[in-house]
């Protein structure tokens, strides 16, 4: 699938994960975690680091990473402690990060994820709560600094180098993503900076104890991205090697125009952040109802919802697709929440407003509230015989356009259902008075001749008679 062509070596990749947590507010302060505010107006004097103020830990938070540790298999740590991360940069303005260097909140985890019909275990080394640095932003060779994020609430998620290939890496951050959004951990949007990839690759000859040169690539902000990092970064490595040329560890970042990674700087040596315990926050004990009561505020049984949804009539390819795009669950739970069938929500929203939408590259997340109101209003007007399926499709395509209301399209259009018995017996007589070479043959092939009247009659009708009604009708004649 991808284009890594190596002979006798393998690929090893380790994977390190931040993402932000959704919860009212920052790690250590009560300012709020909104999305998109106004530069520097959710801020205090906690996320600034002016001298004399205290953190206080954010209970939601350590919730939420009970959750994902949970998920993850791990051994939860029930003293809760934290640590300082000494540095000094300009978007830290403490001079120090907290975070959890010593005492993660989970540890010596896994996930099985499957590879086409083979389940891969993917080790995960740890995961620890830690606080994000301010945004720098370069305006005309100018830096200038938003600390609405300094403080976000993060999650690092850190696998063991378990994985051997792009489809594993790829297959780990689309479990995980997942688990992050249906649990309601964070909206794991890479493209907005709420989950953050940072790859660590390296090749070795095929059956070598020992790993090659670690090259890091930073601050991916795409699973595609991923995929293609690691492809190029292989391959670069790769023949590096086979030519005999040396590289040392480096930390590089991926250039999204070129599909290339880029020199950044050289890992020289260890940074000495003189770690320690952080003063002003005394360890917390949780006990075994802490960890119950939060799995049950949050955690989400993945098999209960997809059981449910194969009892509804969804298939597995349905299934996947719905359960691999969060913001389209939620959506089709809104749906079906108002129409309670399934299979019909999906083939409106999945089938044929997707299809729609795909070509003027419209994201899921982005779609109006007036279209899901309009696709509940036309699944139950298709329910009442009031509109057929395909006047429905008609509506689709629409109401993409014009934003419009579906009861306001069924006038404008002269979609409204034809259901009088008189008005298409009527039209029947006068096709089934022209057609009797059609009526001599529906002994032998009823379901033809049945389909050729319907069709006559709402041909005749502008497709606005009821074609239940118009075979019944039919069946009647038929009869006499």
């Known amino acids: 699938m991808w284009g890594i062509k190596m002979i006798n070596y393998f690929i090893t ?5 931040h993402t932000v947590v959704s919860s009212k507010s920052k790690m250590f302060s009560s300012s709020a975690n909104s999305k998109n505010p106004e530069p520097n107006t959710e801020i205090n004097e906690i996320d600034l680091g002016l001298p004399g103020t205290m953190p206080s830990v954010n209970e939601e938070v350590i919730r939420k990473a009970i959750v994902l540790a949970k998920f993850f298999n791990m051994e939860i740590d029930k003293n809760i402690k934290f640590d300082r991360k000494n540095y000094f940069y300009q978007d830290l303005p403490k001079g120090f990060q907290i975070t959890q260097q010593f005492f993660p909140i989970g540890k010596n985890g896994y996930i099985d994820i499957n590879i086409g019909k083979k389940v891969q275990r993917v080790e995960i080394e740890r995961i620890h709560l830690e606080e994000d640095t301010a945004k720098q932003n370069k305006i005309n060779d100018n830096i ?16 063991k180098p378990t994985i051997h290939s792009i489809e594993e890496a790829s297959a780990f951050l689309k479990a995980l993503r997942q688990a992050l959004q249906f649990n309601s951990i964070s909206d794991g949007k890479m493209e907005d900076g709420s989950m953050r990839a940072d790859i660590n690759i390296s090749i070795a000859p095929i059956g070598s104890r020992e790993l090659g040169t670690r090259v890091e690539i930073k601050n991916i902000n795409s699973i595609n991205n991923v995929e293609k990092a690691i492809e190029f970064e292989a391959n670069r490595q790769y023949k590096l090697i086979i030519s005999n040329n040396k590289f040392g560890n480096e930390t590089r970042r991926f250039n999204d125009v070129n599909n290339e990674t880029e020199f950044m700087r050289e890992k020289v040596s260890n940074v000495d952040y003189r770690y320690m315990t952080e003063p002003n926050i005394l360890n917390i004990i949780i006990d075994d109802d802490f960890i119950k009561e ?4 949050y955690s989400i049984d993945f098999k209960k919802i997809e059981n449910n949804l194969k009892k509804d009539g969804l298939d597995e390819v349905m299934i996947s697709h719905l ?3 969060y913001s389209l669950f939620k959506i089709f739970n809104e749906i079906n929440s108002n129409c309670n069938d399934s299979k019909e929500v999906y083939k409106w929203l999945c ?3 997707l299809g729609q939408i795909s070509k003027k590259e419209t994201k899921v997340e982005n779609i109006p509230t007036i279209w899901i109101e309009n696709i509940i209003e036309l699944i139950k007007k298709i329910k009442t015989e009031e509109i057929n399926a395909k006047q429905a499709k008609e509506l689709v395509k629409h109401f993409i356009e014009t934003n419009k209301k579906i009861s306001e399209l069924i006038k404008e259009l002269n979609f409204v259902q034809i259901n009088d018995p008189k008005i298409i017996s009527d039209i029947l007589d006068k096709y089934i008075k022209d057609n009797q070479n059609m009526i001599s043959q529906y002994e032998d092939r009823s379901e033809r001749v049945e389909k050729f009247f319907i069709g006559m009659v709402m041909k005749e009708t502008n497709g606005q008679a009821n074609p239940n009604v118009c075979l019944e009708i039919f069946k009647q004649k038929i009869k006499k």
């Open 323 to 325: 359960m691999n795009e």
């Open 13 to 17: 990749i380790g994977i390190e994960v």
């Open 351 to 353: 089938i044929e407003l």
């Open 144 to 159: 200038f600094l938003d600390y609405n994020r300094a403080g976000l609430p993060l999650i690092e998620i850190v696998t």
């Open 294 to 297: 939060s799995l049950e505020m």
